[in-house]
């Protein structure tokens, strides 16, 4: 069992460890592809196709539009205590193979569902619990793909290994926008708007079908296996964690919302935003973000094995210092209009916000006892996500709307910077504690 190796030992990937990692990586890739393929769509369809009766080309319909997409963050908490009770008490492997399965389920019905013009008010009523499936989905998802990759590493190795999930982010947007490039390219913007859209979501069929095969060759996590093997499984998984880990709970999910945040402006909101408002060209605006995917992997797998040598909050905290400093020229770059600006804005903030995702995975797994861990960490995820980036994007375009000001939305993305730094220098620092032991985090 890799994850209880001491430091120092079992160095060497294994052909288990790559299994583990490709699974991860694989799994979350295809769950992001799949919640980025929206969050492309809310931006640039949407508020026509099933919000026009709130104005075509409003502000409110694009608010709405947004709102939909930060909807299923208000259920990601209960995907999370579901996922995180079942794989608490059942294991990672299975949920995590439920989690993607359903969210390629929805995804594929968004593709194929009517517009408003064509169903009437049933279609965004459909739109809104399609995606509420997907938050329930994504509220599960990371937890488990965290603890697989986390709880196989050897000790020394648990935040490169855990920065394969995180990574799955970055690699879904590229994936998606790549995706969404294609479709813009090939079709001409009313072919776009009538069908193309659909082709990025009715292409996740594909992809699930890899995915669960992917998964279903992953072995079950050594710490609940040793769990199993001692039957420490507990009865009432989120029951223990709320009593015993409350506080573990409200510093973990703190220490993301800045991250978070920030993340979904550059998964939503500045493609829109600089399409939208400054006019510049769409597909040089995708290939700018697909640049900015690509750096925001390589500084996410540079923020966990730098975690990995200076410890999670230390790397964590020199993150949110660059982001917040950041902040102020990133919007004075996007709002000079130029492309080779925009992509320096984009790659600039992608630096800072690897450093704080890339440990995040192992990070969270070291807060907590291995019999709630599942819980734990899901639950901790699912409210750093709705406090951060569930309405990011609707935030960011109330700012705008309000003052006709990017600036302020730079200090909004600073104050939740300035949070999340002060939970991680409240996090006493847990690198390397024992993933098998059944005491509370080291708190």
């Known amino acids: 069992m890799s ?7 079992h160095q060497k990937m294994t052909a288990e460890d790559r299994r583990v990692l490709t699974g991860t990586l694989v799994g979350t890739t295809i769950e992001w592809y799949d919640f980025f393929i929206y969050a492309q769509a809310a931006g640039l369809v949407f508020a026509q196709l099933y919000f026009a009766p709130l104005g075509q080309g409003s502000v409110l319909a694009q608010m709405v539009s947004w709102a939909s997409l930060g909807i299923s963050f208000l259920f990601r908490p209960l995907g999370a205590v579901i996922a995180g009770h079942l794989g608490d008490r059942f294991g990672r492997k299975q949920v995590l193979i439920a989690t993607l399965v359903l969210m390629g389920a929805a995804t594929t019905l968004i593709g194929l569902l009517p517009a408003h013009a064509q169903i009437g008010v049933a279609a965004p009523i459909l739109l809104v619990i399609l995606r509420i499936v997907q938050g329930i989905s994504a509220g599960g998802e990371w937890g488990g793909a965290a603890l697989m990759a986390v709880e196989h590493a050897p000790v020394s190795k648990r935040g490169i290994f855990g920065s394969y999930p995180q990574i799955g982010v970055p690699a879904g947007m590229i994936l998606a926008t790549l995706v969404v490039f294609v479709m813009t390219s090939v079709t001409t913007p009313e072919q776009f708007v009538a069908w193309g859209w659909r082709v990025p979501f009715l292409f996740s069929v594909v992809l699930i079908v890899i995915g669960y095969f992917i998964r ?3 072995s079950e996590s050594p710490v609940f296996k040793e769990m199993a093997a001692k039957k420490r499984e507990t009865a009432s998984p989120l029951r223990e964690l709320l009593k015993r ?3 573990e709970i409200l510093l973990a999910a ?3 919302i800045g991250s978070n945040a ?3 402006l550059l998964i939503a909101f500045f493609s829109s935003y600089a399409i939208r408002v400054h006019k510049m060209d769409r597909s040089e605006i995708l290939i700018a973000t697909t640049l900015a995917a690509v750096s925001w992997l390589v500084f996410t797998m540079v923020g966990g094995r730098l975690s990995d040598r200076i410890g999670r909050t230390k790397t964590i905290k020199i993150g949110y210092v660059m982001m917040f400093v950041w902040m102020i020229p990133l919007f004075l770059f996007i709002d000079a209009a130029n492309i080779w600006l925009y992509l320096v804005a984009l790659v600039g903030l992608t630096i800072g916000n690897g450093l704080t995702y890339g440990p995040l995975s192992a ?4 807060m907590f006892p291995a019999e709630v861990r599942y819980s ?13 980036g569930a309405f990011a994007p609707l935030v960011a375009e109330w700012i705008l709307g309000a003052t006709q000001s990017s600036l302020p939305i ?3 993305i600073m104050v939740l910077c300035l949070a999340s730094f002060v939970g991680a220098v409240l996090i006493k620092e847990p690198k390397g504690i024992d993933l098998s032991a059944a005491s509370s985090s080291p708190l």
Do not use: H, Q
Request: proline share 5%; no cysteine.
């Open 3 to 9: 994850s209880l190796a001491p430091a120092g030992v």
């Open 216 to 218: 279903r060759s992953v």
């Open 245 to 247: 880990n409350p506080k």
């Open 254 to 256: 703190l220490v993301f």
């Open 262 to 264: 920030a993340g979904y």
């Open 363 to 366: 990070l969270y797994a070291e």
């Open 376 to 388: 734990g960490i899901s639950i901790a995820y699912a409210i750093g996500a709705v406090l951060g």
């Open 410 to 412: 730079a200090a909004y």
